[in-house]
């Protein structure tokens, strides 16, 4: 069974920064392409930010220039960097990833979610 956990979130006041963590646990598992999400309340959950095994990076319009993402395949990691942060980047943020497992081939895998605030 494979599990993600995301960790890094809180309070953060406008214009500050907070970086997310998003780490796979489990048994012989390969991860392929990983993903930021997020969710605001009263609305649907929606993509911020990719990047895959080899690292090729893509963001959303409403983040470019303000957050980035990276990993470490070494220990099956990812990160989202969130710099210059606006109250409309209040959300619950969620981990995805595209991984493969002898049992059940690949699928999709989502983290548990983690809040993100920010407010003066």
């Known amino acids: 069974q494979v599990q993600l956990v995301e960790s890094g979130g809180g309070l953060a006041q406008p214009g500050r920064s907070l970086t997310l963590s998003c780490a796979a646990s489990g048994r012989a598992f390969v991860i392929n392409d990983m993903a930021w999400y997020r969710q605001a309340p009263w609305k649907e959950r929606e993509l911020v930010g990719t990047?895959?095994?080899?690292?090729?990076?893509n963001v959303v319009d409403s983040v470019k220039g303000r957050f980035s993402l990276s990993r470490d395949n070494a220990n099956n990691a990812m990160y989202l960097q969130m710099n210059s942060l606006k109250p409309e980047d209040t959300a619950v943020y969620y981990c995805n990833a595209n991984i493969w497992t002898m049992s059940q081939g690949s699928r999709a895998y989502w983290g548990q979610g983690t809040q993100v605030t920010v407010s003066s």
């Open positions: 990047i895959s095994k080899s690292g090729t990076i």
